[in-house]
């Protein structure tokens, strides 16, 4: 679904990040990345440089033409389950001290 929003280039971004996931030991090759976002080599290229720029992507250190995620958004996951998970303790604890007159 398009809008004046929206743009091709950062979805098809955000598409790649999502196609990484997952392959942080075996990495990704980027034909296999441009093949399923149905783009040119080029274009992924530009992408994974992009997100190499910002510490998101990384190619793998046996292999070169190989890429992953870099450890940026799995940091990003881990800080906001821990929250969540501090956000519920916090909850639970209200809720115990509000739920039975003793």
């Known amino acids: 679904m398009s809008s004046p929003y929206t743009s091709d280039q950062i979805q098809r ?3 790649l990040v999502e196609l990484m996931a997952g392959n942080e030991i075996e990495g990704v090759e980027p034909n296999k990345l441009a093949t399923v976002l149905q783009t040119s080599k ?22 070169n ?20 998970k501090t956000v519920l303790r916090n909850l639970q604890i209200e809720h115990n001290n509000y739920s039975v007159l003793r």
Not at 55 to 61: F, K, M, S, T, Y
Not at 65 to 84: E, G, I
């Open 13 to 15: 971004l955000l598409r």
């Open 42 to 63: 080029a274009d992924v290229t530009r992408l994974l440089a992009n997100l190499e720029q910002a510490d998101w992507a990384e190619r793998l250190p046996a292999n």
């Open 65 to 84: 033409k190989r890429w992953r995620l870099h450890k940026k958004p799995v940091q990003l996951c881990n800080t906001v389950d821990h929250n969540m």
